[in-house]
């Protein structure tokens, strides 16, 4: 069955059982990665429109 013609809880279902598969390495970075994302929008950063930050790359 495609993935477009899945139902709401359908779709829950499948990523569910899909993330109940992966390592506990992998779901931790899955949360955290989320959770940045959750916080970026909340500060009205959206994907991909991170600024460059020369700082970062000088050499100490």
Do not use: H
């Not at 495609?2 to 899955?30: G, I």
């Not at 500060?43 to 050499?59: A, S, W």
Request: hydrophobic content about 30%; proline content about 0%; charged content about 40%.
């Amino acid at each position: 069955m495609l993935r477009e013609n899945l139902t709401t809880k359908e779709r829950a279902e499948l990523v569910n059982r899909n993330y109940e598969k992966l390592s506990v390495r992998k779901q931790c970075r899955l949360l955290l990665c989320s959770k940045v994302l959750d916080l970026l929008s909340q500060k009205g950063i959206k994907r991909g429109e991170f600024e460059d930050n020369d700082d970062y790359n000088e050499e100490v």
